[in-house]
């Protein structure tokens, strides 16, 4: 009888995060691996299952977005415990809250611990002084007995350069899907005209939503029926009202569709139809919604962001464009509409690149074997 190798994940299982796990217990070979999870109390009602559709063991515990001593305590506690009763072989921990309850239990119980930031905390903020509180607790952690697995070549780059992590300690694994198949339904009504651009991306500082609304109001000066579908607002969109002032004082209310969370076929649908993709935000791990476009063949502009830049080459794909270069995004949107040609060749690279890197029936055998050499540390 073949001994599995037992992987634990602490994760806030929400957004990206969730969706990253669900990915991976969806191709992880049941046969060589046993899972558990420990995630927070209110993160989602929906359970985790296997490759084989088998339920996971999971519990839960009070790790949040936000620090609060006694719930934080609560969480190590809890997760200290959660460890000592399973003995997992390994610990894989994901975001900056879970990434510091892992290394803390992993480090109490002698086990070894793999980090995925997923985006490092100190980037999300505007505050110089938080920025330097979550750098320096990363720069603390780091010192624990734990490598980072990181899903980008750009978090890689940070892990060294900015939080002072030993190159042969950090590892890589990028994010990646299974290829999508299209669909010609849409479960929600449609309400934009039949040819648009798209992006998803909720309200807020990493995402700058604000920055797409300026780009449109000057891509209308040229193309008056210029059109963008944004999904993925509503839930934790904290800068909401702000683009909605902001659709409200340019004038852009026939421009703009603001498309609240619904099925993802319904995203894969709409990302299907979209002329092109663009993304504004000040950074990313590695995002899956340029992930799935690629699959589905979009060419596309987007900000010179961590994550985006991992994705996008410039001039082969899509366009990279300096952050907060209003002018220029606007400028290689127009380009793209009006050149087809240049428009089908992004488009073709997109998917070559998908099929190469980034398809995770062909990826997920190097996360199995890393696991399993972590496993004899």
């Known amino acids: 009888m073949v001994t599995k190798t037992k992987i634990l994940f602490i994760l806030h299982a929400v957004g990206g995060v969730g969706v990253w796990l669900r990915i991976i217990l969806a191709e992880l070979d049941p046969k060589l691996f046993d899972f558990v999870i420990i995630h927070g109390k209110t993160d989602t009602d929906t359970a985790f299952t296997d490759k084989n559709g088998t339920l996971i063991k999971t519990y839960t515990t009070t790790i949040d977005r936000n620090i609060n ?22 610990i894989h921990c994901h975001s900056s809250k879970a990434g510091v309850i892992g290394k803390i239990a992993g480090a109490i119980k002698k086990k070894p611990v793999l980090y995925t930031p997923h985006a490092y905390s100190f980037l999300n903020t505007e505050s110089i002084l938080k920025q330097k509180i979550y750098l320096t607790l990363e720069q603390l952690f780091s010192k624990f007995n734990n490598k980072v697995l990181a899903c980008s070549v750009s978090e890689k780059n940070r892990a060294i350069k900015e939080v002072g992590h030993k190159k042969k300690k950090v590892l890589v694994f990028e994010n990646g899907i299974k290829p999508i198949q299209k669909t010609e339904r849409l479960s929600i009504n449609k309400t934009w005209p039949e040819t648009y651009i798209c992006s998803v991306a909720r309200p807020s500082f990493q995402k700058n939503v604000e920055l797409t609304i300026e780009v449109i109001r000057q891509v209308k000066e040229q193309i008056a029926s210029i059109h963008i579908v944004i999904m993925g607002v509503g839930f934790h969109s904290p800068t909401l009202e702000k683009v909605k002032k902001l659709i409200t004082l340019y004038q852009l209310e026939e421009n703009i569709t603001l498309l609240p969370w619904t099925e993802r076929e319904d995203i894969f649908h ?17 995002p899956y919604a340029v992930i799935e476009a690629m699959a589905l063949k979009k060419s596309f502009v987007v900000t010179d962001a961590d994550g985006n830049r991992d994705l996008i080459e410039d001039g082969e794909n899509g366009y990279l464009i300096a952050n907060e270069n209003s002018a220029h995004f606007a400028t290689k949107i127009i380009a793209l509409l009006e050149e087809e040609q240049t428009r089908k060749v992004f488009e073709n690279k997109s998917i070559e690149k998908f099929n190469a890197r980034f398809n995770i029936e062909n990826t997920i055998p190097i996360l199995e074997q890393l696991y399993l050499k972590e496993a004899l540390n």
Do not use: H, M, Q, W
Not at 270 to 286: D, M
């Open 69 to 90: 001593f006694f719930k934080d305590y609560r969480a190590i506690k809890d997760c200290i415990g959660f460890v000592d009763k399973e003995n997992p072989d390994v």
């Open 270 to 286: 709409i990302i299907n139809k979209a002329s092109l993709y663009i993304s504004t935000a000040r950074y990313e791990g590695l």
